[in-house]
């Protein structure tokens, strides 16, 4: 999907700079070409040999260097790019964007191009959360520079909280749904633009008493990826979420929840909307006999849990009459006869398109970072290849714009 888009990549001093190679490849795999320039700070932790080694091309670090200069300056390094990509995004190397300075060759790069740009912070929580990197941020924002990530999670530093680089796909989604918007940009508007999409993700959490719940392995993944997606194809998107680590997509309205009954409110609160796609894991059943004081031993038998089912949010969302949204899509998760199965819980719970995919724990889907799926509709099952989390989203969201484009609904074009 990035067939000729040349990317330069600036490659920060972070310890997140090693995930940088493993970027270079995969957008090389989408068909992308990417030319990189590595500080001083970044060669601390990778070499430069490694990185000429996958670009193909010289690792960029010298400013002054007079072979560089005459064979690529600085000015047309960055004009040559369709992207320019920092990737880690350093506090420091945030902090010279946010206020122009150019002292090194990316400073200078950065100051010199006329090209969009996108950086992937990654820093210490305390460092992300300071005051200072927050008002770079919100002047790069104000300049126009896009910002993917910082995920929330486990630091290098041996602290948790937000500041870890975003992973290799979503980083590689990111980019492609920048070049799709860019195509779509100067003759249309973006395809879901006027629309809202309703995304549910993630496990739903059933409270047994105040320190314990019921919960399963979902980690929320592929539903921020699929809500990421359709508010890049324009949707305005709210996201009902059950308890995840991940960082909400940009653009998209969070609404965090807990409990399954919780999530059915805040869905029902939230429509009207045009499209529904329900990927959260939400538990079967709730404990009704849930106590309000913490369950003790007391050496006894162990205590009975009354469970009681839990409301079906998307076969209520599929009957939620002249407030049923156009296009209602619910995920299957099934571990045998996957297709079968799923294809009789389409009809079952009324959806139009059923997502079916395999959970069975030797796929490794529950949790993992791809996904294989079939897409079923009134008759047709296709079944798509293996991609990550955040390929299948964007998938899907552009199979969701089709189905919402003019010509696709028969409507007279202008
Ligand atoms: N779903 C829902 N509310 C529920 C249960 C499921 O909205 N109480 C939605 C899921 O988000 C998914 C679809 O229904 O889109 C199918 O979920 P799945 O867990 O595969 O099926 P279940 O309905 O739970 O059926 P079963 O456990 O019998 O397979």
Known sequence: MLTDKRILMIIGGGIAAYKSLELIRRLQDEGASVRAILTEGGSKFITPLSVSSLTGDKCYMDLFSLTDEAEMGHIRLSREADLVLVVPATADLMASMAHGHARDLATTALLATDKPVMFCPSMNVEMWQH??????????????????????????????????????????????AFFLNQAAEPTTDKPL????????????????????????HSSGRQGYAIAGALAQLGARTTLVSGPTNMSPPAGVKIINIQSAREMQAACQESLPADIAVCVAAVADWYVANETTSKVKKNGGPPPTLELVENPDILAGLCKSGDMRPELVVGFAAETDHVVEYATAKRRRKGCDWIVANDVSPATGIMGGANNTVHLISDGAVEDWPEGTKEAIGLQLAQRIAQHFAPEAKGEAKS
């Open 131 to 176: 005051p200072a990197t927050q008002r770079n941020v919100a002047i790069l924002a104000g300049d126009g520079i896009t910002q993917i990530g910082p995920e929330a999670g486990d630091l290098a530093c041996g602290e948790v909280g937000s500041g870890r680089l975003s992973e290799v796909p979503a980083i590689v989604d990111a980019v492609t």
């Open 193 to 216: 633009s006027g629309r809202h999409a309703l995304v549910t993700a993630g496990p739903t959490w059933e409270a047994i008493d105040p320190v314990r719940y019921i919960a399963n």
